[in-house]
T-cell receptor, first 113, second 114 residues
């Protein structure tokens, strides 16, 4: 089956720094999604990407759908303490009835104030 | 986006018993899904809950162990049957909505089996 490689596994940064994380796949996806999960909560959708090459922003977050359809990137600018959490990428093939998500293993972000 | 609630939020159960988890969405949705998240791990899809028909299970998950109901477009249940300690996990439901059915998640049910 499809597998997503998400890196880095964890990051420790200082408040105010920028953060980058990425996801690569062995096969193509038609939609890429980025989620954030806080302790004791369900994942919250941050950004959805629908087209190869697409660059989308949500406040301090920017995500890109790779041109090969096999990768995606998430950048967080000027990090703040509330950015702490686990970030997951997810890929979706779509079409027909194939709307299930395949998740990466997550990136644990720690922000030191 | 859809607002999703789950009951119970957590439970401690004895080995051999069963627990039914409820998932309620605040609007009608086409797709509903159930995931398992083991401590410190990513999310693994258990099944797609189909309205009016049997759920579609992923490899490694079977209906006898995880029976699912979806009586309408806003509600679904997942039962974890004949539980063992290995079933201790977070169980999450999600609803697919929007342009390509991007999924929104409930808060999860934290299950501990002793």
């Amino acid at each position: 089956g499809q597998q997503l490689n998400q890196s880095p596994q964890s990051m420790f940064i200082q408040e105010g720094e920028d953060v980058s994380m990425n996801c690569t796949s062995s096969s193509i996806f038609n939609t890429w999604l980025w989620y954030k999960q806080d302790p004791g909560e369900g994942p919250v959708l941050l950004i959805a990407l629908y087209k190869a090459g697409e660059l989308t922003s949500n406040g301090r977050l920017t995500a890109q759908f790779g041109t090969t359809r096999k990768d995606s990137f998430l950048n967080i600018s000027a990090s703040i303490p509330s950015d702490v959490g686990i970030y997951f990428c997810a890929g979706q093939l779509g079409g027909g009835s194939n709307y299930k998500l395949t998740f990466g293993k997550g990136t644990l972000l720690t922000v030191n104030p | 986006s859809a607002v999703i609630s789950q009951k119970p939020s957590r439970d401690i159960c004895q080995r051999g018993t069963s627990l039914t988890i409820q998932c309620q969405v605040d609007s009608q949705v086409t797709m509903m899904f159930w995931y398992r998240q083991q401590p410190g791990q990513s999310l693994t899809l258990i099944a797609t809950a189909n309205q009016g028909s049997e759920a579609t299970y992923e490899s490694g998950f079977v209906i006898d162990k995880f029976p699912i109901s979806r009586p309408n477009l806003t509600f679904s249940t997942l039962t974890v049957s004949n539980m063992s300690p290995e079933d201790s996990s977070i169980y999450l439901c999600s609803a697919g909505q929007g342009k390509t059915y991007e999924q929104y998640f409930g808060p999860g049910t934290r299950l501990t089996v002793t």
